[in-house]
């Protein structure tokens, strides 16, 4: 189970930290990551931080946000920073495991938290 929180109102120039937070056991994780959903909208990937820290970043947010994570608490974390009327949308938080025997993957979402940015 994933747990995001952090979301809220904030001024476009801005900061937010969202937080996830992984319940259960994983044999082992893929990746963690935070995807966004505007009104209208479909999904997309913000940013992902594998569990030996390699980070990857849409072209949108590279620069202004980044992606971090305490392995020992399963959590994760995204420091948005210089935020943009843009940036409003609910934000998920994704954990990607391995699954051996069909050579593929299971993605876990979390609920999701609003972040509004006002200009």
């Known amino acids: 189970q994933l747990q995001a929180s952090g979301g809220g109102l904030v001024q476009a120039g801005g900061s937010l930290r969202l937080s996830c937070a992984a319940s259960?056991?994983?044999?082992?994780?893929?990746?963690m990551g935070w995807y966004r959903q505007a009104p209208g909208k479909r999904r997309e990937l913000v940013a992902t931080?594998?569990?030996?820290?390699?980070?990857n970043y849409a072209d949108s947010v590279k620069g202004r946000f980044a992606v971090s994570e305490n392995n020992a608490k399963n959590a994760m974390y995204l420091q948005m920073n210089s935020l943009e009327p843009e940036d409003t949308a609910v934000y998920y938080c994704?954990?990607?495991?391995?699954?051996?025997?069909?050579?593929?993957?299971?993605?876990?979402w979390g609920q999701g938290t609003l972040v509004t940015v006002s200009s």
């Open positions: 994704n954990l990607r495991e391995p699954i051996a025997s069909i050579l593929g993957y299971l993605d876990y």
């Open positions: 259960g056991k994983f044999a082992s994780i893929i990746h």
């Open positions: 931080i594998t569990s030996g820290g390699v980070t």
